[in-house]
């Protein structure tokens, strides 16, 4: 029994920025004019589009002068994983160590760390 591929077609834009912001989006483009081979003006733009856990993950460069010391910032840069059981993300030492906070799931080594107690 062979398996087939299954596609979601009903997507609202919620769900189409949740997955830009989540993947992250870079647009790069190059412009130029020239006249009989010489060129006049060019342009070069880059521009991304990602949340700020993408933009931490992935380690985006931002213009100087930008504050990255905002709350928001350090909250992108802790290390999250989806729960196991609720898939919600959490931070990896949280839920290593006391369990997730959404659904009440436990790691095993909170589980072992309860029982030495």
Do not use: H
Not at 53 to 66: C, D, Q
Request: charged share 25%; net charge neutral.
């Amino acid at each position: 029994m062979a398996l087939e591929a299954t596609r979601e077609t009903s997507s609202g834009l919620a769900d189409v920025i949740d997955r830009i912001l989540d993947k992250g989006l870079v647009i790069n483009a190059d412009i130029m004019v020239s006249v009989a081979g010489v060129e006049l003006l060019g342009i070069k733009i880059r521009a991304a589009l990602a949340s700020f856990e993408t933009a931490a993950k992935y380690g985006l460069e931002f213009p100087s002068g930008t504050n990255l010391e905002t709350e928001a910032w350090k909250e992108a840069r802790v290390g999250k994983e989806n729960c196991p059981q609720c898939a919600k993300k959490v931070s990896t030492e949280q839920l290593i160590t006391t369990g997730c906070p959404w659904c009440g799931w436990i790691s095993a080594k909170a589980k072992a760390k309860a029982t030495v107690s």
